[in-house]
C-alpha cells in the first residue's frame, strides 16, 4: 500500500517562501511520476507541478518562474520549492503518485496548508 504523507505547509507573508516535502513509501519509487497538487476554498483542485521519472518537469502557468519541483530517489520524496508566494497561491496542496509512467494515478496525501497572508 502506497502512504504519501505532506509536510511543510504554514502560514507565509507575501513575498515569501515555503518548501514543502512529500515522503513515499513503497518500493520503485524512482520509476513513478509525481506530482503537486492544489485545491483552494470554493475551487477545483488543480495541478501545480509534475515531475516524471526521468526528471522531466512541468508546470501550471500561474506558478511558472516561481515554484520548483524536484524528487530525491534514495529518500522516496518529492519537494515543491515556492517563492515569491502570493495571496492566490493559499491553497491546501496535496501530493500526487502514480503507477509508473501511466496516466493511472491513483494515490494521493493528506493534503498541507498553505497561507500566504500580511
Known amino acids: 500500500q502506497v502512504q504519501l504523507v505532506e509536510s511543510g505547509g504554514g502560514l507565509v507573508q507575501p513575498g515569501g517562501s515555503l518548501t514543502l516535502s512529500c515522503a513515499a513509501s513503497?518500493?520503485?519509487?524512482?520509476?513513478?511520476?509525481m506530482g503537486w497538487y492544489r485545491q483552494a476554498p470554493g475551487k477545483q483542485r488543480e495541478l501545480v507541478a509534475r515531475i516524471i521519472r526521468g526528471g522531466n518537469t512541468n508546470y501550471a502557468d500561474s506558478v511558472k518562474g516561481r515554484f520548483t519541483i524536484s524528487r530525491d530517489n534514495a529518500k522516496n520524496t518529492v519537494y515543491l520549492q515556492m517563492n515569491s508566494l502570493s495571496p492566490e497561491d493559499t491553497a491546501v496542496y496535496y501530493c500526487n503518485q502514480c503507477n509508473g509512467g501511466t496516466l493511472y494515478c491513483p494515490y494521493w496525501g493528506q493534503g498541507t496548508q498553505v497561507t500566504v497572508s500580511s
Open positions: 513503497g518500493r520503485l519509487f524512482s520509476i513513478n511520476d
